[in-house]
């Protein structure tokens, strides 16, 4: 079974994809580790709001 030049096609789109990949701007260590901090901030923001609800829930909830 034959596939003409559609495996040569395949094979040069591939590369291409693979290049424009490698060129892409990377995320450099700094900004990095800055965009790591300011979403550990938010969970903790987030798990903190998470908590305070709890305990107001507990605690409307105890005056039945």
């Known amino acids: 079974m034959t596939r ?3 495996r040569e096609v395949a094979r040069e789109k591939n590369l291409k994809k693979q290049a424009a990949q490698k060129k892409g701007p990377k995320e450099s260590g700094a ?7 300011a979403d550990a901030d938010a969970l903790r923001a ?3 709001k998470k908590e305070e609800e709890k305990a107001a829930g507990a ?3 105890s005056g039945k």
């Open 31 to 37: 900004s990095l580790a800055k965009r790591k901090e």
């Open 59 to 61: 605690t409307a909830g």
């Open 46 to 48: 987030k798990q903190k």
């Open 4 to 6: 003409g030049n559609q």
